[in-house]
């Protein structure tokens, strides 16, 4: 057979020329468009085919690239979901008399101060007096005389009747800090709260509601003389590591009044990078400012991060670098980091020279210029989760007279246990005393579903690996055994060369 004449055989792939290789790869291919081009009937054929395929295969790179451009610019998407938590944890509520000063520690601590800066020769009266509380409490922080500071606002005993959770007794379950607009506060169910509660926190007691139930007598006949405070409390419900700022976010309740404050929880959780820019870390200025709002140490321990606590820190930096103070505006700190990276100590400014206007200043500067909030506050990237309670307030009128006369028994005919501040003539005048400074506080759970935003990426690399080959299958039918043709070829050519 071999000897018959017009026989063929056909040659091994590496006897066969790098023209017919390619032919045999055009003509046997999976890709559209190579084929008819390897078994074009004519030369104008061929090259309207070559045409077809450069332009379909040109189209096909174009919408490649824009796929895999659409996936590194991490596109995002925001999922919200609505879930029953019975086992919620219990907000943080802080409480904050709504007029600060006690009259009379204050003004024992003023005639110290008036005499530390006249000599005693020198005479004084009220008006005087009166003029240095701001120069006082400037001087106390900066001295680090925090507990005479404290000495000088209400005590939550001054002031708490009762505390009681789904029938818990919870009077000695706060942790006192420090506002620089109301001085002393009390927070409920911070987080190293020791008990920690959550709404399956309950007693055997029957309790008509379920939800936190304080109780107030506020001692306004006891108020220093101001015009920039009023009777009342401000209280603030925040998440359990947040620093309270009741200056900012706080809902201020009137005495002779029964106020009920519903809240819902809500969560905003963020993607990392590179997907948003936020973040959890805490940096030392911030871990500072928990350790100089809360006298506990303990308690200072859980820090959130915050990204306008953040921002306020760098405007307090960026004052320090012009006037060498900063301002109280939001709370007090005690640390401040320089533009350079070094935490610093910081004090007060003073209010009897050009600190304060320049601090003032500076202030309204830095708000204003966008070039220094991105010079100084670079660090201050959003945060990755946040926690919010809406809350609906409402009031009744009080107290009832079965609370006057419960009351009246309670403080009047020696079985008092409680140490509210209370004026002289008390006992005379309880009626009028009690139904104009009663303060009642009811607060709740008004829904245990907690809405959830979730910021979601909106292409996975499977999204993307699918959408591309989509792409190639759509314009030029291009797979994956496709490519392994493509490389079967190029290694038969190379091949080729090699051995000739």
């Known amino acids: 057979m ?15 020329r790098r023209r017919s290789i390619v032919i045999d790869y055009l003509i046997a291919t999976s890709i559209h468009g190579l084929r008819s081009v390897g078994r074009a009937y004519s030369t104008c054929n061929r090259i309207f085919w070559i045409v077809i395929f450069t332009l379909t295969t040109g ?13 590194f610019a991490y596109p995002t998407q925001t999922k919200v979901e609505i879930n029953l938590d019975l086992s919620m944890d219990f907000p943080a509520v802080t409480i904050c008399s709504a007029t600060p000063n006690r009259y009379d520690r204050v003004n024992t601590s003023l005639i110290n101060f008036f ?28 001295r680090n005389q925090i507990e005479e500071w404290q000495s000088t606002g209400y005590q939550l005993t001054d002031i708490m009747l009762y505390c009681n959770y789904n029938g818990i007794d919870c009077s000695n379950a706060f942790i006192p800090s420090i506002s620089s607009i109301f001085g ?53 419900l925040h998440d359990n590591d947040e ?7 706080g809902l201020y309740l009137q005495p002779g009044l029964s106020h009920s404050i519903m809240y819902r929880k809500s969560k905003t959780t963020f993607l990392p990078a590179p997907y948003s820019q936020c973040t959890s870390d805490i940096a030392d200025d911030l871990r500072s400012l928990y350790e100089t709002t809360f006298i506990n140490q303990t308690a200072s321990q859980a820090v ?13 930096a960026y004052t320090f670098s012009q006037c060498s103070c900063i301002l109280p505006s ?13 935490l610093i100590s910081a004090n007060i400014c003073n209010p009897f020279n050009e600190q304060v206007t320049c601090a003032f200043n500076s202030e309204q500067k830095s708000i204003a210029s966008e070039e220094l909030q991105t010079l100084w506050c670079t660090r201050c990237t959003p945060q990755c989760q946040h926690t919010d309670f809406s809350t609906d307030l409402s009031a009744q009128s009080a107290p009832s007279e079965a609370e006057i006369e419960t009351y009246a028994a309670i403080l009047l005919n020696g079985t008092n246990k409680t140490s509210i501040l209370v004026p002289d003539d008390f006992a005379q005048r309880f009626d009028y005393y ?10 709740g759970c008004g829904s245990k579903y907690v809405t959830e935003y979730k910021q979601e990426a909106k292409l996975s690399f499977v999204d993307t690996f699918s959408a591309i080959g989509g792409q190639t299958g759509l314009w030029i039918g291009l797979s994956v055994l496709s490519v392994i043709e493509l490389i079967e070829l190029l290694y038969r050519l190379v091949h080729k060369l090699i051995i000739q």
């Open 115 to 142: 005499y530390r800066l006249f000599p005693s020769y020198v005479k004084f009266n009220q008006s005087i007096l009166n003029s240095l509380v701001l120069p006082l409490y400037i001087d106390l922080f900066n």
């Open 184 to 236: 002393n506060c009390y927070t409920f169910n911070w987080k190293t709260s020791i008990p920690f509660f959550t709404l399956n926190s309950v007693s055997n007691t029957f309790v008509l509601k379920q939800g936190l139930s304080l109780g107030f007598y506020i001692p306004r006949e006891s108020y220093f003389p101001t015009l920039s405070y009023d009777a009342g409390l401000v209280v603030l």
């Open 243 to 249: 620093l309270p700022l009741p200056n900012e976010n």
């Open 434 to 443: 009690f139904e104009r400074n009663y303060l009642k506080v009811f607060i």
């Open 304 to 316: 959130a991060y915050s990204e306008s606590l953040c921002r306020e820190l760098c405007e307090q």
């Open 330 to 342: 939001a709370f007090f700190t005690r640390h401040i980091y320089t533009l350079d990276g070094h």
């Open 2 to 16: 071999d000897n018959i004449i017009g026989a063929t055989e056909q040659k091994h792939f590496t006897e066969q």
């Open 59 to 71: 189209l096909m790179f174009y919408f490649v690239i824009s796929a895999i451009l659409q996936y």
